[in-house]
T-cell receptor, first 116, second 117 residues
Framework: GENVEQHPSTLSVQEGDSAVIKCTYS??????FPWYKQELGKRPQLIID?????GEKKDQRIAVTLNKTAKHFSLHITETQPEDSAVYFC???????????????FGKGTLLTVNP | SQTIHQWPATLVQPVGSPLSLECTVE??????LYWYRQAAGRGLQLLFY??????ISSEVPQNLSASRPQDRQFILSSKKLLLSDSGFYLC????????????????FGPGTRLTVT
């Protein structure tokens, strides 16, 4: 099955700096890569996603890049703010292929702390 | 709009006692449903998923079971809890591929924090 590795496990940055979180996946059939944000005590929520036919996607201060050949993808947050502090999860899915039924395999998460 | 409910929000149970956690979804039909466990405030481990009534797939061998008695109801159960069952349990749903919405996107419930003592 799919295996998703996420690094770093913790990341501390100063407000205004950029933050980068990286993930690798093992299943070359995976075609969808979302990022979820979980604030303390709350539920995970989707913040951005990318499909395998796209190399980069941007939404205001966040962007995701995908390298299919190397099987890795990254989340980039620019001009970080204290409210960006949360746990971020990457995930991968192969969609309906191989009986996967659109399941997501999550990385173990990155605790991002943005210091004012 | 769609909403997802979980109850109870918190639960403290002794070792060896039974467990029943409930998840219901409103505002959508025939969703895919998922149970996750989140230990130590971090990784999301998929426990079970369901593509329809009575259809349950188990992802990891464990002390838990799941059932889907109705289209929008998903229940997580155990006959005898272990200390290792403690954690934050999240239910999630995603639209069916035929709905026209993104079938990959999962929407999480508020979770149940279970402490086994």
């Amino acid at each position: 099955g799919e295996n998703v590795e996420q690094h770093p496990s913790t990341l501390s940055v100063q407000e205004g700096d950029s933050a980068v979180i990286k993930c690798t996946y093992s299943d070359s059939a995976s075609n969808y890569f979302p990022w979820y944000k979980q604030e303390l005590g709350k539920r995970p929520q989707l913040i951005i996603d990318i499909r395998s036919n796209v190399g980069e996607k941007k939404d205001q201060r966040i962007a995701v890049t995908l390298n299919k050949t190397a099987k890795h993808f990254s989340l980039h947050i620019t001009e970080t703010q204290p409210e960006d502090s949360a746990v971020y999860f990457c995930a991968a899915s192969r969609g309906a292929g191989g009986g996967s039924n659109y399941k997501l395999t999550f990385g173990k998460g990155t605790l991002l702390t943005v210091n004012p | 709009s769609q909403t997802i409910h979980q109850w109870p929000a918190t639960l403290v149970q002794p070792v060896g006692s039974p467990l029943s956690l409930e998840c219901t979804v409103e505002g959508t039909s025939n969703p895919n449903l998922y149970w996750y466990r989140q230990a130590a405030g971090r990784g999301l481990q998929l426990l079970f998923y369901s593509v329809g009534i009575g259809q349950i797939s188990s992802e990891v061998p464990q002390n838990l079971s799941a059932s889907r008695p109705q289209d929008r109801q998903f229940i997580l159960s155990s006959k005898k809890l272990l200390l290792s069952d403690s954690g934050f349990y999240l239910c999630a749903w995603s639209p069916r591929p035929t709905s026209g919405s993104n079938p990959y996107e999962q929407y999480f419930g508020p979770g149940t924090r279970l402490t086994v003592t």
